[in-house]
C-alpha cells in the first residue's frame, strides 16, 4: 500500500449556485494543489453511481453533487459554511484513500454517453429572462427541470409553438 499522500493542502471558495440566485444553499469549489485527473478513473471505479464524462467525473452523494475535475472538486447543495468545510476535509480523505489505494483498484476508464440534451442546450431554447412564470426562479432551473423530465414544455408561457417544438425535439 502507497501511504504518501495526493493532497497536501487545498482552498475552499464558497458561493451561491449561479444558476439559482438567493438560493439557500451554497457551492463550493475546491481548489487542489495537486492534479487528480489520473485519479478519476480510480474514482469511477470506487464511487457508486459516479459517471465519468469528458471533462469531469460527476458523483451524488448524501444529497450533495460532487464534479471532480483535474484541479478541483465542486460539491453543491451545501446547507451552510460549517458543513461545506466539513465536506471539503471528507474529499480530500477520500481523494487521499483512493490515491493510497490505487495499487489495489482496477481502474474505470468507462466514460458515460451523453445520449440526450444538456440542460446548457435546452436553456438555449428558452427565452432566458427569468420570469418566474413556470414556478422556478430561473430558465435555467427550468430547462434543468426539463431535461431530467421533472417539467412540461408548456409551463413555460413565453414560448411559441416553433421554439416549443425545437426544444421538443432536444429533450426526446
Not at 104 to 117: D, L, W
Not at 143 to 160: I, W
Request: aromatic share 6%; net charge negative; with cysteine.
Amino acid at each position: 500500500m502507497n501511504a504518501e499522500k495526493l493532497i497536501q493542502d487545498y482552498e475552499a471558495e464558497f458561493f451561491e449556485p449561479p444558476c439559482l440566485p438567493g438560493a439557500e444553499e451554497w457551492t463550493i469549489d475546491v481548489h487542489l494543489d495537486a492534479d487528480i485527473g489520473d485519479l478519476l478513473p480510480y474514482l469511477n471505479a470506487e464511487l457508486d453511481g459516479a459517471r465519468l464524462q469528458d471533462e469531469a467525473l460527476l458523483w451524488q452523494h448524501e444529497g450533495h453533487q460532487y464534479a471532480f475535475r483535474p484541479q478541483k472538486v465542486s460539491i453543491g447543495g451545501i446547507e451552510d459554511k460549517e458543513t461545506g468545510r466539513e465536506l471539503c476535509e471528507r474529499t480530500a480523505e477520500l481523494l487521499n484513500d483512493v490515491w493510497s489505494r490505487r495499487d489495489e483498484i482496477e481502474p474505470c476508464h468507462e466514460r458515460e454517453k451523453q445520449t440526450k440534451a444538456s440542460a446548457l442546450d435546452i436553456y438555449k431554447c428558452l427565452p432566458g429572462d427569468n420570469c418566474g412564470e413556470c414556478g422556478r426562479a430561473t430558465c435555467m432551473a427550468f430547462a434543468t427541470d426539463l431535461g431530467q423530465g421533472n417539467a412540461e414544455l408548456t409551463e413555460c408561457p413565453e414560448l411559441d409553438d416553433e421554439t416549443r417544438e425545437e426544444a421538443r425535439r432536444l429533450i426526446e
